[in-house]
């Protein structure tokens, strides 16, 4: 049972509001912020700004340091701190030094690096540590579902992001798909893009829309990997995707039934080519996932179409889906439904959202649902 007060809750509470400033910014590490509080008194404040860079904690105890000595003070931070040497060296060792009495998180770090191991190196030093519970770690845990996913399994989280009807289609009979949603979604989704690792389509999809996948909105400080799902290596090489690369990185994720030449030569043209194993599509996508992951993929966004949609839904690997849900109409027995596959048989075996938002962008009406926590 956690013993934080409700000053304790509202500093951790700053601690992830300043966490977020870094998101797409700080792949493939997770986003974490923190700050230095005496006397009730803010002493100073950070957050992991980019992939490198120094960490969060790091960052508030030099803010604080600059106006004096912080000794004594209590540090609080959105994510246990790292005891480990990477591209920094441990934040626990900052932490020791500056004379820190009090050490408050948010959540926990699960990869194996860390998994407590941080807290615990505070404690044998004498810092007393307290960790949140409750709603307070759920915030903290939710904003780094990516980190933890790939922490724990080695595959990247999956957004699942589509635009439908009222009726629940994605096209119409004749496959024509633009635009369902507003203007003010499109954009949104491209903010999705730009905040994710990689977004991903179906080889139906880059054929019939010649897409670009990348993101176009102002202020942009990270362009996505872009992901085509095509077993027989069929992406034409004149494409806006592969003519991108390798400036704008492409990756093609093939089956073992694509020709060598047609590998070759999108590996030439500046793909990376991945082949996935398997008996049947769903393996395939958890095959691709383990080697995207090992490559470093925290995140994917996924935008269909409904045949690779589904896929991913039969393999069991969409961790949050995003509907547009616009106010059209369209009919037909042959319009396309948002997830295809194999499906489930009986609706006891349907996959239960465990929360369900929904927000009004423009003339679109935005659901967003939960599938896993991390």
Same mark, same amino acid.
């Given at each position: ?21 870094? @998101? ?82 948010? %959540? ?25 519970? #409750? ?32 009726? #629940? ?13 507003? *203007? ?10 730009? %905040? ?10 880059? @054929? ?22 095509? %077993? ?6 004149? %494409? ?51 080697? !995207? ?7 994917? !966004? !996924? ?19 995003? @509907? ?34 929904? *927000?009004?962008?423009?003339?679109? !009406? @935005? ?8």
């Amino acid at each position: 049972m956690s013993t934080l007060t409700a000053a304790d809750n509202d500093h951790l509470g700053r601690c992830i509001e300043l966490a977020e400033f870094g @998101l797409g910014r700080v792949h493939p590490n997770p986003m974490v912020g923190a700050l230095l509080v005496r006397d009730e008194k803010v002493l100073g404040e950070g957050w992991h700004e980019e992939c490198g860079g120094p960490h969060a904690e790091v960052h508030a105890i030099a803010a604080a340091s600059a106006a004096g000595d912080v000794s004594g003070a209590t540090l609080y931070v959105s994510m246990e701190p790292c005891c480990h040497h990477g591209k920094t060296p441990p934040c626990t060792d900052a932490i020791i030094a500056a004379g820190i009495a009090r050490v408050v998180v948010g %959540s926990d770090d699960p990869s194996a690096k860390a998994a407590g191991r941080g807290l615990g190196i505070l404690r044998d030093e004498g810092i007393e540590v307290d960790v949140a519970d #409750g709603e307070l770690a759920a915030r903290a845990r939710l904003i780094n579902q990516a980190f933890r996913k790939h922490a724990r399994s080695g595959r990247p989280w999956v957004l699942f992001k589509s635009a439908m009807t009222l009726d #629940g289609k994605v096209a119409t009979r004749t496959g024509d798909s633009q635009w369902i949603s507003d *203007e003010s979604s499109r954009a949104r989704a491209h903010r999705w893009r730009a %905040s994710l690792d990689a977004v991903a389509v179906g080889i139906g999809t880059a @054929l019939a829309d010649d897409p670009q996948l990348t993101s176009r909105v102002e202020s942009v400080h990270h362009q996505p990997r872009r992901i085509v799902f095509d %077993s027989t290596a069929r992406l034409p090489l004149d %494409s806006q995707l592969v003519r991108a690369a390798p400036e704008a990185a492409l990756t093609v994720v093939v089956s073992r039934a694509a020709r060598r030449s047609a590998m070759e030569a999108l590996a030439m043209a500046g793909a990376d080519v991945l082949v996935a194993t398997g008996e049947n599509e769903p393996a395939r996508v958890r095959s691709a996932l383990d080697q !995207l992951g090992a490559k470093g993929i925290t995140s994917i !966004l !996924l935008e269909g179409g409904p045949h690779l949609a589904g896929t991913f839904l039969d393999a069991g690997e969409i961790d949050e889906v995003r @509907l547009f849900l616009a106010p059209l109409l369209l009919g037909g027995r042959a319009a396309r439904d948002p997830l295809e596959g194999e499906g489930v048989e009986r609706i006891a075996e349907a996959l239960r959202a465990l929360t369900l938002d929904c *927000e009004r962008v423009a003339d679109d !009406l @935005l659901i967003s649902a939960r599938l896993r926590e991390w």
